[in-house]
């Protein structure tokens, strides 16, 4: 059985002594949750103040983007070494509000993917629909040139080292939620996909959250779905009460 994991992404959210006081919280309430991978995805300026505070903790530390090159002359951007310096396990890559507002693309995703693991992070790549596409009714074939694309060249054996994340765009911010059906029915998709691109073995340890609008209210129906694997979680996780009922409902069996 696949290990459920649990990221929360704070976005541009908490202060420094904000996010101080969530993770007190969180490590708190999750202290004896051994059976599901549980990741903070706080911003830049809070990693290495916050892998500090999850030293010994069963709470990973993950960043929201990264730059595919080691260094260079990119103000602003953050590579994968300064990342592993600062006490990240995770990485985030493609993010549907990267796509959206900074200029993120398959083939940056790529890029960012394969530097990510040569790096020794573990990235959760997000890939999605939006209301348009949905509409349109190719989402399948979206999801397949996202996943074409962004995992190029990626050798069989790396496959289980990533994470794929479905956020179906729609349903992110807005209130709303797919369906535990209509998002069991993407992460079939993705899963066979894998299958046929790369083995059904590596499909099947493959692990595959669902993003948009998770709630404690939501989650059982979805983790109880054969194809999902845990959630990537943004407005739910900037509040410890709701991040962690989320991560106990994710048990699955």
Known sequence: MRKPIIAGNWKMYKTLEEGEELVNL??????????????????FTHLAYIADMLESSNILLGAQDMHWEEEGAYTGEISGPMLKCAGCKFVLIGHSERRQFFG?????????????????????????????????GITFDLISQQLELGLKAIAPERLKEIIIAY???????????????????????????????????????????????????????????????????????????????????????
Do not use: M
């Open 167 to 253: 956020e179906p765009v729609w349903a992110i911010g807005s209130g709303k939620v797919a369906t535990s059906e209509q998002a069991q029915e993407v992460h079939r998709y993705i899963r066979d996909w894998l299958s046929k691109n790369y083995s059904s073995a590596l499909a099947q340890e493959t692990r595959i959250q669902y993003g948009g609008s998770v709630k404690p209210d939501n989650i059982a129906g979805l983790i109880a779905q054969e194809d999902i694997d845990g959630a990537l979680v943004g407005g739910a996780s900037l509040d410890a009460d709701s991040f962690s009922a989320i991560v106990r409902e994710s048990k699955k069996g």
């Open 26 to 43: 969180l490590k708190r309430q999750l202290y004896d949750v051994e059976d599901i991978d549980i990741v903070l995805c706080p911003p």
């Open 104 to 136: 993120e693309t398959n083939e940056s995703v790529n890029k960012k993917l394969a530097s990510a693991l040569n790096n020794g992070l573990t990235p959760i790549v997000c890939i999605g629909e939006d209301l348009k596409q949905r509409e349109k």
